[in-house]
């Protein structure tokens, strides 16, 4: 079971590129590394997913080293808007594999 | 709106008492996932259903369980509930498709459980 750690929190400036690192040392072969955003008294909503490599979408960015160890969410630019708590997730589903939630990152954008 | 919802919004009950916790996923999605969100604990994956079959096990007490229905909702069973259940639950739910780079999950807006 890949044990998955983040910074606890981050503060950054709009406009700002912010960039969240993950650790997950156990990934198995055949996990992918998801990203979330948090806001208070919300679900969870889905930002970005990889595997291997470099994956960019319309809102952000995901890194991820040749020994995928670790991976690393770009938000390009932020906003006051950005301000929410940000959790990779390590896994897949299928085959008795599990999933495995970062320890979270809080982010928080200023003026 | 995901379109996932969950039933009730908010639980108070006391120990042990056992409680039903309701998901349905969004339309055409056949995965659904159950997480417990705690203060100290932070996001724990429960369970996972595909097609009424169980899929995946996580952190699950055995005092606790789940189901889904032929249509496709779920139900998470909460029982001899202790002061330490106390926490947010959360449903999510997807097409379980892992040959790309965008199973995404979408989540309800969870139940939030408090156990006196």
């Known amino acids: 079971l890949a044990k998955t750690t983040q910074p606890i929190s981050m503060d950054s400036y709009e406009g700002q590129e912010v960039n969240i690192t993950c650790s997950h040392n156990?990934?198995?072969?055949?996990?992918?590394i998801t990203w979330y955003q948090q806001f208070p008294s919300q679900g969870p909503r889905f930002i970005i997913q990889?595997?291997?490599t470099k994956v960019t979408n319309e809102v952000a960015s995901l890194f991820i080293p040749a020994d995928r160890k670790s991976s690393t969410l770009s938000l390009p630019r932020v906003s006051l808007s950005d301000t929410a708590v940000y959790y990779c997730l390590v896994g897949r589903t299928g085959g008795g594999n599990k999933l495995t939630f970062g320890t979270g990152t809080q982010l928080k954008v200023e003026l | 709106d995901s379109g996932v919802t969950q039933t009730p919004k908010h639980l108070i009950t006391a120990t042990g008492q056992r409680v039903t916790l309701r998901c349905s996923p969004r339309?055409?999605?056949?995965?659904v996932y159950w997480y417990q969100q705690s203060l100290d604990q932070g996001l724990q994956f429960l369970i996972q259903y595909y097609n009424g079959e169980e899929r995946a096990k996580g952190n699950i007490l055995e005092r606790f369980s789940a189901q889904q229905f032929p249509d496709l909702h779920s139900e998470l069973n909460l029982s001899s509930l202790e002061l330490g259940d106390s926490a947010l639950y959360f449903c999510?739910?997807?097409?379980?498709?892992?040959?790309?780079?965008?199973?995404?999950?979408?989540f309800g807006p969870g139940t939030r459980l408090t156990v006196l």
């Open positions: 990889g595997y291997k």
């Open positions: 999510a739910s997807s097409v379980e498709v892992w040959d790309g780079e965008r199973n995404e999950q979408f």
């Open positions: 339309s055409g999605d056949l995965s």
């Open positions: 156990n990934i198995a072969t055949n996990d992918y």
